[in-house]
């Protein structure tokens, strides 16, 4: 069994203040596998004390400089990603086929802050002003345990490249993944309080870097619940904020798809990370006329992704995070089926073989209004459901038809005809036949899935204030 007991300070690893240890539970057996010792909300004041020690010369370094220390930073990461990928396997459950697609995005996260930065001008001429675009000062960035290290990267590396300093809380459930990473970062050589860990829970870690007058920023990558809690925490002393939260993504197939395509890709997008994705596409928008088309393909193709154990390489569903969320999705499934929706494939328990872990049954509904909660609300499991529609028009209505727009997807045989229903949908990202990923491209969401973006210009423009030199 795996104790962490240090958390990351000032260019150290240390021991917290804090004495509450949170046991490590394995998703895929349900057995301990590790505990950890949390830091309290001394342990969040020293390390923003420390970040902002840190930022008086770091928001000071010239660009290239910056961007050594993200090369510094990928690299060191690079060098472990096998070990990233079996911890977070071995605590998250993700599946091998995810967890390398997300030691890619990983590092993807460093290359765009890099390529971004290259080509980024932080002074600006506008009317007879110069515009400067100065680093904002301490940024605390709390993040969520379905793709964690992912996260750090990505929010991390756009702080370094504006010139901010860090204090990062993940989720406790995240404690040995976090470890690990801690160590790259460690290994990469960047000066002392540039970033700090903080293992914690969110109503003390969380809520002290929400509520420190000495954080400038919050980055924060959660539940649309948790985020308007941060929000109004950070109002109090107007702190600016980027919020990426919730999903009940739509993914339409036009009548004109091929859905040989289409569907594989459909079931790939509502079952990546087993569910556990904010922009997992779970609502399935299909033309009544191929309503039954759709299901058996779907029927003949779930076999194609199976459930099971997360360490085989064939697996491409894994285990929930923990028994809570096992029995949140528990709890959806049999919504779904009093709400009167018919399920074609899966329903409620464990599949079989598969008791001793956090187990769902890939399931897919038909006879889905989009009123019903299955189709309003993030599951965050392997739950699909397919909704039909008349015309273009209406898919369209339907796809609208929620209170998040994080992501969406459009599949048809005619691009432009795919562009322009996309360019009609309210989400933050719209992918068009196909399931890409641009880690240079702007993320976040509409309505409820979020404020502000990541990734990009426009990611690194939220960790920048402008300040104009007039005369």
Known sequence: MKIIDSIYINGEFVKP??????????????????????????????????????????????????????????????????????????????????????????????????????????????????????????????????ASNGFIAGKLATAVAAGCTAVIKPSEMSALQTQLMAECLHEAGLPAGVFNIVNGLGETVGAEISTHPDVAKISFTGSSTVGKIIAREASA???????????????????????????????????????????????????????????????????????????????????????????????????????????????????????????????????????????????????LSIITYKDEAEAVEIANDTIYGLQAYVSSANTERARRVASQINAGRVLVNGLNHDPEAPFGGFKQSGIGREFGIYGLEAYLEPKALIG
């Open 17 to 146: 203040q804090g004495n509450q240890v949170f046991d490590l539970i394995s998703p895929t057996t349900n057995k301990q596998i590790g505990q950890v010792v949390l830091g309290n909300e001394h342990d969040a004041r020293t390390a923003i004390a420390a970040a902002k020690e840190a930022f008086k010369t770091f928001s000071q370094t010239a660009k290239a400089e910056r961007i050594e220390y993200l090369k510094r930073m990928r690299e060191a990461v690079s060098r472990r990603k096998d070990e990233l990928v079996d911890v977070m396997v071995e605590e998250y459950g993700g599946t091998l086929q995810f967890c390398r697609m997300s030691m890619e995005f990983t590092l993807s996260g460093f290359t765009a802050a890099i390529a971004t930065l290259e080509k980024f001008d932080f002074t600006k001429k506008m009317g007879f002003s110069e515009v400067q675009l100065t680093p904002l000062g301490v940024v605390g960035i709390i993040i969520p345990w379905n």
């Open 237 to 383: 002393t107007l702190k600016r904020y980027t919020l990426e939260l919730g999903g009940k993504s739509p993914n339409i197939l036009l009548g004109d798809a091929d859905f040989s395509k289409a569907i594989p890709t459909a079931i790939a997008a509502a079952f990546m990370n087993s569910g556990q994705a904010c922009v997992a596409a779970t609502r399935l928008l299909v033309p009544e006329s191929r309503l039954e088309e759709a299901k058996e393909l779907i029927q003949t193709m779930l076999p194609l992704f199976p459930v099971g154990d997360p360490k085989e390489e064939t697996t491409a569903i894994g285990p929930m995070v923990s028994q809570k969320q096992y029995e949140r999705v528990q709890g959806y499934i049999k919504l779904g089926i009093e709400e009167g929706a018919s399920v074609l494939t899966g329903g409620l328990g464990h599949p079989e073989g598969l008791e001793n872990g956090n187990f769902v049954k890939p399931t897919v509904f038909y006879n889905v209004d989009n009123k019903m909660r299955i189709a309003q609300e993030e599951i965050f499991g392997p739950v």
